[in-house]
């Protein structure tokens, strides 16, 4: 599946080039997302599982649907999404 390989290259690029923004690396690793379905979801589970760095988006560009604050990493995001029950409609 496409995000898989995604994921797997993002973490390869991590572990070979650790980024100076983490932030910056996480907003990369979110835009590169190839189908829009799995962004939403990966964005709503970010919210869920990570308040106290992920919050709704209040801009009205809107091209999100969070804003990130620093502390989030990668290696929080690359372990919310190993963990997660990929919904029916995602799968395949």
Do not use: C
């Not at 390989?5 to 932030?23: G, I």
């Not at 910056?24 to 589970?45: G, H, M, P, S, Y």
Request: hydrophobic share 40%; glycine share 2%; no cysteine.
């Amino acid at each position: 599946m496409a995000f898989f390989a995604h994921l797997k290259q993002a973490k390869h690029r991590h572990a070979s080039r650790p980024p100076a923004s983490k932030r910056a690396f996480v907003w990369t690793f979110i835009n590169k997302i190839e189908f829009e379905d799995w962004r939403l979801f990966i964005e709503e589970q970010l919210l869920l599982r990570f308040p106290q760095y992920v919050s709704k988006n209040r801009r009205k560009d809107r091209q999100h649907l969070i804003s990130i604050e620093e502390g989030l990493t990668f290696e929080d995001v690359y372990s919310m999404i190993k963990r997660l029950k990929i919904p029916h409609h995602l799968e395949g």
